[in-house]
């Protein structure tokens, strides 16, 4: 069975992240603004929010410059969703 779970992250209950077999996909509020992949990279997007997101984003400790275009960030999260649904995962 694929391990999965929901769960707050850093300094606020607005902040969560979402496990899905070896993807973790972090959100604030119903935002998604990082991932970390199956290699375990975290990816982060620049913050197109304000202050709020900008903590959530700040708890995961990636720092502004290494953070990707939102199209960019959301290409790679749908590639990695669909080959994680396509391959699947053996837990």
Sequence with gaps: MMKC???AFG???KATVVTIG???VYF???TPVAFRDVDGNLVARVNEWG???GMHMN???VD???RIP???FERRLTEHLRALFRDGVDE
């Design 5 to 7: 779970g929901i769960k």
């Design 11 to 13: 300094r606020s209950n």
């Design 22 to 24: 070896p993807l973790e």
């Design 28 to 30: 604030s509020y119903s």
């Design 51 to 53: 202050p709020s997101t």
């Design 59 to 61: 708890d995961l400790g």
């Design 64 to 66: 502004r410059k290494d």
């Design 70 to 72: 939102g199209e960019e």
